[in-house]
């Protein structure tokens, strides 16, 4: 579809990205306490709150437990809300997550992926949000700092429709901090492309009503004389949306390429699937890297696709299944640990591929940990001596490979 | 029958007595008022009344003597701690004996 509009360029790191993003979706209130590497982001949006460009309530918090919390109050109140951290303070908002999950708020965080100590380490893993998947949030992963901007606009559009906050993760200082060329939509475009926010409910001092209070484990008749959930019955509510998300974040996608030219309409990314017979699986702006190993062992003559998960929750086992059908072997590079098992989109393929008619083996690998650089060729020795092990017995070893030198 | 029709999507309620159920249920010891010790009833003047103002789930009434809701009285004794005569006592609930 040909694009109207002449592109707008800029060079700028991730952080930047985001901050733009937020401004162009009219975000009406930010919370946020800066934590390295997400800084930069809040430092951004503060200016262009006190500048004027957004029209917006920059809330100064004391700490990421009130900076969710006030997202989450501005949320149910009807007002755009966003905010954004890294590691210790995802880990410090974690009671908060399953809060606006729970409340159905849709607001939208940008995580900038940063490893968790003890020790101490402000560089880029993934174990900050995997760590935070079981909270009731979509969670997308970009790849470079386009897909940054563009996935927090979306993020809006997404959570706004299901009611479901929406975490945009992207890698610290590998995107946060790194400068790449980015098309800034423009406003007009965006405001078509993002409806203003309708609340689910309605804050009405002339309507009182209770919020989320202690609600007991059967559903009850409430003083309206209506059968009321119970606890279960609102967790099953979120699981659903959060099942049947994947039409609205296609819907989203394809949307978002009539206006912008940029397709979205996928949840994860593909190069040269259609006839390999190895897949490399990573999340991130790990699979960017995953693309230039697939290079060098195409050279060879090996047939190597890649599979770049974008969207983690909800995980698209199914389209994950269509993609993975020719697979012989899966080879699945982690920027996070589930200790005492494995990385947490290997278990995730795994799980995917049970019960259905595909018997690859697959390969974990865990790389990248606290900064600890993964160069494409790493990748690619790694797929190689995945390749060299299938004359092993073993089909699927129980545990990951690390790639560091213990 | 599911609650498929409750049209909310979060916890969502409005204020109301008994909006959290007959919390009655919950007692297991239930407060009974001595007539002949209650100041308001000795006095037969609406006074004291220490056990409605005290009273956490508003199920006590200034009447002379004071009485009790007890489909939402929990049982939590408060009014029996602030009773100035000792009027009141906390009796084990039958149901639960």
Not at chain 1, 113 to 122: F, L, Q
Request: hydrophobic share 40%; with cysteine; aromatic share 8%.
């Amino acid at each position: 579809m040909a694009i109207q509009r002449k592109s707008n360029i800029h060079i700028m790191d991730g952080n930047q990205a985001a901050a733009i993003a937020a401004r162009l979706s009219r975000v009406q209130v930010v919370a946020a306490y800066p934590i390295t590497p997400q800084t930069p982001l809040t430092e951004q949006l503060s200016l262009f709150v006190e500048s004027g460009e957004l029209k917006a309530e920059y809330v100064a918090v004391e700490s990421e437990h009130s900076a969710l919390a006030v997202c989450t109050s501005a949320s149910i109140v009807g007002a755009r809300a966003f905010t954004a951290t890294s590691a210790h303070g995802l880990a410090y908002m974690h009671e908060m997550l399953h809060w606006a999950a729970g409340a159905r708020l849709p607001i939208v965080l940008a995580c900038v992926n940063r490893a968790i100590g003890a020790p101490w380490n402000v560089l880029n893993d993934q174990q900050d949000s995997i760590a935070q998947r079981d909270t009731g949030w979509i969670q997308i992963y970009c790849r470079n700092n386009q897909e940054i901007l563009d996935t927090v606009i979306q993020a809006f559009r997404i959570a706004e429709q299901v009611y479901v906050p929406v975490m945009v993760c992207y890698d610290g200082y590998i995107l946060s901090h790194t400068e790449m060329p980015v098309d800034i939509p423009d406003q007009a475009d965006v405001d078509k492309y993002l409806p203003p926010y309708k609340p689910h409910t309605t804050l009405d001092p002339a309507n009182p009503k209770n919020y989320n209070l202690v609600t007991l484990a059967d559903p009850r008749v409430g003083v309206e004389g209506k059968l009321c959930h119970g606890y279960m019955e609102l967790r099953y509510l979120l699981q659903e949306a959060l099942q049947n998300s994947r039409e609205t974040i296609l819907d989203a996608g394809q949307e978002f390429n009539k206006i912008f030219g940029r397709d979205y309409a996928r949840m994860f990314w593909e190069d040269r699937n259609e006839d390999a017979e190895i897949t490399i699986v990573a999340m991130g702006s790990l699979a960017m890297e995953a693309i230039v190993a697939a290079d060098m062992l195409r050279e060879e003559g090996i047939k190597v696709g890649v599979l770049g998960l974008r969207v983690f929750r909800p995980f698209p086992k199914a389209d994950v299944v269509r993609v993975l059908r020719k697979s012989k072997l899966i080879v699945v590079f982690d920027k996070n640990i589930s200790y005492g098992s494995e990385g947490a989109t290997c278990s995730e393929i795994k799980s995917a591929l049970y019960g259905t008619y595909i018997n690859a083996s697959i390969r974990n690998f865990i790389v990248g940990l606290g900064g600890r650089d993964v160069k494409a060729r790493e990748l690619a020795d790694a797929t190689r001596k995945a390749i060299a092990s299938l004359k092993e017995t073993v089909i699927n070893p129980d545990y990951p490979e690390w790639i560091c030198q213990i | 029958m599911g609650t498929r029709e409750c049209n909310h999507i979060c916890d969502e309620s409005s204020p109301g007595i008994g909006e959290a159920g007959s919390t009655g249920e919950w007692r297991t010891n239930m407060p009974v008022i001595d007539e002949t010790k209650c100041t308001a009833s000795k006095l037969n003047k609406p006074t004291c009344f220490l056990c409605w103002l005290y009273c956490p789930e508003a199920v006590m009434t200034k009447g002379i003597p004071p009485s009790i809701n007890l489909l939402y009285c929990k049982g939590c004794g408060i009014c029996a701690q602030v009773c100035p005569v000792q009027a009141i006592t906390m009796a084990p609930e039958k149901k639960n004996l």
